[in-house]
């Protein structure tokens, strides 16, 4: 079971960095209580659909216990959501979640697909230029999860796990494999046959089982 810390949405908006214009959906507002459909959180936005929205990515969640780490590793103060997350908690962080985990989050039901392929707009939002590659290097990325049950989520809602479809692959190991270790071929074909994964996440892998067949023809 986890609390929640912060239950955030947000439209996407402009903020600058470097004098330079940026739209994105990652500047998201706290609020107490917000529906959650198979699209997404009412109210919430992604400005680049190809790492955001969708039904497979409908709720971003960051681990909470993650904010100590980076506060210590770049001297400053970090509030939720910093990640354009919409659940940031505690007690799921990625080592102890797998791909296809199933959760009562207030009264909806989701499913965790794929862990989250981090961008430069954390960077640029944050203001702090290493803040992207090293959530790379730890793979320390959060995750997503598609909607199985709509409901109503509050601020004050549990994230409580009601089943586990498989227990080889966490988020953190398959995420290293998207992110550092590509030419693991025998993890991606395992990681293919997991019903729940995400399907941007599955042509990933098949795009990266691809290239490896033709270097070995």
């Known amino acids: 079971m986890t609390n929640i810390v912060a239950l955030s949405v947000g439209k996407e908006k402009e903020f600058l960095w470097r004098e330079k214009a940026i739209v994105s959906a990652i500047g998201k507002t706290q609020v107490k209580e917000v529906k959650l459909t198979v699209d997404g959180f009412v109210g919430d936005g992604v400005a680049n659909p190809s790492f955001h929205g969708g039904p497979d990515r409908a709720v971003c969640y960051y681990p ?36 296809g ?4 989050l207030g009264t909806a039901v ?14 640029q939002f944050n203001g702090i230029n290493t803040f992207l590659p090293k959530i790379v290097e730890t793979c320390l990325t959060g995750y997503f999860l598609r909607v199985l049950e709509e409901g109503i989520v509050r601020e004050d809602s549990e994230l409580q796990l ?11 190991e398959a995420t290293k494999i ?3 270790d590509k030419k693991n071929y025998a993890a991606m074909e395992k990681l293919l046959l997991i019903p729940s994964l995400a399907e941007d996440w599955r042509n990933r892998y098949q795009k990266a089982m691809s290239k490896l067949e033709k270097i070995s023809e």
């Open 64 to 99: 909470f216990e993650h904010y100590a780490k980076w506060e210590k590793e770049f001297n400053t103060k970090l509030k939720p959501p910093v990640f354009g997350e919409n659940v940031c908690g505690t007690g799921f962080i990625e080592k102890d979640t797998y791909i």
């Open 110 to 123: 989701v499913q965790i697909t794929q862990g989250r392929i981090p961008c430069s707009t954390i960077s």
């Open 162 to 172: 009601i089943e586990r479809m498989q227990e080889e692959y966490n988020v953190l």
């Open 101 to 104: 985990d199933i959760f009562s």
């Open 178 to 180: 998207m992110l550092l």
